[in-house]
């Protein structure tokens, strides 16, 4: 993984935290699917990637499900 890509990863991650910590789930689909994108990329450096998108993305439709209950 490149600067580039690490730097992007950086950033998504941080998106998904603060909207996470906001309980704020507009936007996260957009966000999941660039994170997606970069997990499938790196597939082979980085195999975890695809574990950790998949836990933000069970993460956030919980919270959705919740917020939609409430």
């Known amino acids: 993984m490149g600067y580039r890509e690490a730097r ?3 950033r998504i991650r941080h998106e998904l935290r603060e909207r996470l910590m906001a309980q704020r789930i507009d936007g996260t ?3 999941l699917a660039r994170f997606r994108s970069v997990a499938e990329a790196e597939a082979d450096a980085c195999p975890e990637l695809r574990s950790e998108y998949e836990r933000w993305r ?3 439709d919980l919270m959705s499900a919740t917020s939609v209950a409430a």
């Open 8 to 10: 992007e990863l950086a």
């Open 29 to 31: 689909e957009e966000i």
């Open 58 to 60: 069970l993460r956030l």
